[in-house]
């Protein structure tokens, strides 16, 4: 692939030349046009194996973007660039982990190799524990519907890697439950097995804390609604951030370098 390194930018073509940019990278890029037609790569035996990619490929962008959309808040203010295509590839693992379906129909069971998920970053450039440098530790209930994380008092200047300009802080916690998906062969699509439950989330926030005061220990409990009744095909993501703000005349502004964010647990 061709990089433009004059001062012209521009997009599009120009004869067999196509020229663009790819987002999340500095620069203008090239390549030439032409290729398969997509018919041939509908129809031709030679594409089989591309059409079986591309198909997962879908179902694991779907997934992904399922996942966003129940916590889609917390990801605008502290997710990269990247994070789109990332959780994508992560979803890709757990695609591969299946072996029951053929190729090409596989499932995307989170609730068999939750492994790839947990740890996930949201901003790989800022990761969690690189901002909240103090310990805690999270209590899941037994019917998996509630959660609470627990920490020592501390003095958050000392033991959080705060912005420029910050003058408060808040923890937050969020549980998103997450089906697992398979390939319905009626519609062409992945579906989730329980599509009453997949997406549901709660978030909460810890009233802002300044930066230069010492808080007590804090206990922040967060639960599913009462109703949802939670199966084996589904997986309850737990979520944990750090946000920053500046107080400017009694208003809080959540600033928009520093925050951080990661999928702390999966039960």
Do not use: W
């Amino acid at each position: 692939m061709a990089r433009q390194k004059g001062h012209i930018k521009y997009v599009g073509t120009i004869g067999d030349v196509r020229h663009f940019k790819i987002k999340g990278s500095k620069g203008y890029f090239a390549g030439l046009t032409g290729g398969p037609t997509a018919e041939q790569i509908a129809t031709a035996p030679e594409f089989a194996r591309t059409r079986e990619n591309m198909n997962e490929f879908g179902g694991c962008a779907l997934v992904g973007k399922s996942f966003r959309n129940s916590i889609s808040g917390l990801i605008k203010s502290i997710g990269d660039s990247r994070v789109t295509g990332r959780l994508t590839g992560i979803m890709k693992k757990i695609n591969l982990e299946d072996g029951s379906e053929a190729r090409g129909k596989r499932a995307i069971l989170i609730s068999q190799a939750s492994q790839y998920l947990k740890g996930f970053e949201f901003n790989k450039f800022t990761p969690f524990d690189s901002v909240v440098r103090f310990q805690y530790e999270t209590v899941v209930a037994a019917d998996r519907k509630s959660i609470e994380v627990k920490a020592e008092g501390m003095l958050p200047i000392d033991n959080l890697k705060a912005p420029s300009g910050a003058t408060h802080f808040s923890l937050v916690n969020a549980l998103s439950v997450m089906s697992d998906f398979e390939y319905n062969s009626d519609t062409g699509t992945y579906q989730p097995k329980e599509d009453g439950l997949n997406e549901i989330a709660v978030i909460s926030k810890m009233t802002e804390g300044k930066i230069d005061e010492a808080i007590p220990a804090l206990t922040l409990p967060l639960a599913l609604p009462d109703d949802v009744t939670l199966t084996p095909d589904v997986s309850v993501v737990h979520v944990i951030a750090v946000e920053f703000y500046q107080e400017v005349n009694g208003n809080f502004y959540l600033l928009s370098q520093g925050n951080a964010m990661k999928v702390n647990q999966i039960f």
